[in-house]
């Protein structure tokens, strides 16, 4: 499974971005997605995942109440909603695959994008 993440940029705080993780593969629907997120000089991160059929969401707490997942499987495509941006948020987000169930550790992932870069200006 290819994922690409498209969607990052420069925000400032309190501002909003909309990421996306799309995939060419048409087994997509079956693999729960995560999205990860690493900043520089710390480890990647959990930050959401959301399950195969869209039914089952889990979100860190630094990031609940203030980010949304959704997932459009006719589009092979889940999207990454960030309201309410902070300056600690800034890192590189990355969205992963992992057949049917979702995990938070990043190690139980098979698939991985290349990233995106989000950087939320103080």
């Known amino acids: 499974v290819q994922l690409v993440e498209s969607g990052g940029g420069l925000v400032q705080a309190g501002g909003s971005l909309r990421l996306s993780c799309a995939a060419s593969d048409p087994t997509f629907s079956s693999y729960s997605i995560g999205w990860f997120r690493q900043a520089p000089g710390k480890e990647r991160e959990f930050v959401v995942f959301i399950g195969w059929r869209g039914m089952t969401t889990n979100y860190a707490d630094s990031v609940k109440d203030r980010f949304t997942i959704s997932r459009d499987n006719a589009k092979n495509t889940v999207y990454l909603q960030m309201n309410s941006l902070k300056p600690e948020d800034t890192a590189v987000y990355y969205c992963?695959?992992?057949?049917?169930?979702?995990?938070?550790?990043?190690?139980?992932?098979?698939?991985w994008g290349q990233g995106t870069q989000v950087t939320v200006s103080s």
């Open positions: 992963a695959a992992k057949y049917f169930r979702g995990s938070v550790n990043p190690g139980e992932y098979d698939f």
